[in-house]
Nanobody
Framework: QVQLVESGGGLVQAGDSLRVSCAAS????????MGWFRQAPGKEREFVSA????????YYTDSVKGRFTISRDNAKNTVYLQMNNLKPEDTAVYHC?????????????????????WGLGTQVTVSS
């Protein structure tokens, strides 16, 4: 069973940058698309970004396009989310997740139900 552990969250000011990481153990990391989701208090978990298992495809929700960059290092079993020009509305717990489908082809999944392994999350707080 894969375990996902996020790190790198913190308290920053609007306009600052932060990089969160997700280390995976167990399973075959390189064969799965990985995603980042976030959940703010009182809100549903929302998709942020994902990167295909092959590393060749990425996808972002509109609100973070041009500000966030997802990447992965298969040698380190780690996926990253570089967040620049952070805004107060980015405040949330950020979770990484592993695709439920091995070596998925086609459209990168964005729905939480399409991911079957989740980390506990790391808190990102952006002050105005």
């Amino acid at each position: 069973q894969v375990q996902l552990v996020e790190s790198g969250g913190g308290l920053v000011q609007a306009g600052d940058s932060l990089r969160v990481s997700c280390a995976a153990s167990g399973g075959t990391f390189s064969s799965y698309t990985m995603g980042w989701f976030r959940q703010a208090p009182g809100k549903e978990r929302e998709f942020v970004s994902a990167i295909a298992w092959s590393g060749g495809g990425t996808y972002y929700t509109d609100s973070v396009k041009g500000r966030f960059t997802i990447s992965r290092d298969n040698a380190k079993n780690t996926v990253y989310l570089q967040m620049n020009n952070l805004k107060p509305e980015d405040t949330a717990v950020y979770h990484c997740a592993r695709d439920a489908k091995w070596k998925r082809l086609g459209v990168i999944p964005t729905a939480p139900r399409e991911y079957d392994s989740w980390g506990l999350g790391t808190q990102v707080t952006v002050s105005s």
